[in-house]
């Protein structure tokens, strides 16, 4: 399987683990039919929500998204990140499931690559992020693991 359609699984993954989530507590969720929806990922109790799936960037302690997607997580009403376990190192919160209000006071700041490209890096720890949720499932990670693209 290549890499665009093991980022779109992951994607996936990451969009249904948050949606039984909600599910589960209570919520109203919809979830989007079209795989590359650019408004949602999910509608929950009629407020539009965004479902990032990654391995976070270890060494900034954050996640990271391209900088066309800053206003697409800005006027979310909230983000959720389910921190994708790498292949090659470890991470103490792989399979955390985080919540982001974008309206509250967000940390964030530009990073550049080696390869030049510029991202958004948002970091974990802050006030505007919280965990709700940890996924203890061995078969879940591992399939979340297996789908990853990351490097790492």
């Known amino acids: 399987?290549?890499?665009s359609h093991r980022r779109?699984?992951?994607?996936?993954?990451?969009?249904?683990?948050?949606?039984?989530?909600?599910?589960?507590?209570?919520?109203?969720?919809?979830?989007?039919?079209?795989?590359?929806?650019g408004a949602k990922d999910l509608l929950v109790n009629g407020k539009h929500v965004e479902v990032k799936t990654q391995?976070?960037?270890?060494?900034?302690?954050?996640?990271?998204?391209?900088?066309?997607?800053?206003?697409?997580?800005?006027?979310?009403?909230v983000v959720y990140w389910?921190?994708?376990?790498?292949?090659?190192?470890?991470?103490?919160y792989a399979g955390y499931v985080y919540q982001l209000n974008p309206?509250?006071?967000?940390?964030?700041?530009?990073w550049t690559n080696r390869e030049g490209r510029e991202s958004v890096i948002i970091p974990r720890k802050q006030a505007a992020m919280k965990v709700v949720h940890v996924i203890n499932d061995p078969t879940l990670l591992a399939h979340l693991k297996e789908l990853s693209t990351s490097y790492l």
């Not at 948050?18 to 989007?32: F, N, P, T, Y």
């Not at 976070?56 to 009403?77: E, G, H, M, V, W």
């Open 103 to 110: 309206r509250a006071d967000m940390q964030f700041s530009f």
């Open 8 to 37: 779109i699984l992951l994607g996936l993954l990451g969009e249904k683990i948050v949606a039984k989530l909600l599910r589960d507590r209570g919520h109203i969720v919809e979830e989007s039919l079209n795989v590359f929806d």
């Open 55 to 77: 391995v976070p960037l270890l060494f900034k302690d954050a996640f990271a998204i391209s900088t066309n997607q800053l206003s697409k997580i800005r006027s979310s009403y």
């Open 82 to 92: 389910v921190s994708v376990p790498p292949t090659k190192t470890n991470d103490d």
């Open 1 to 3: 399987m290549d890499q």
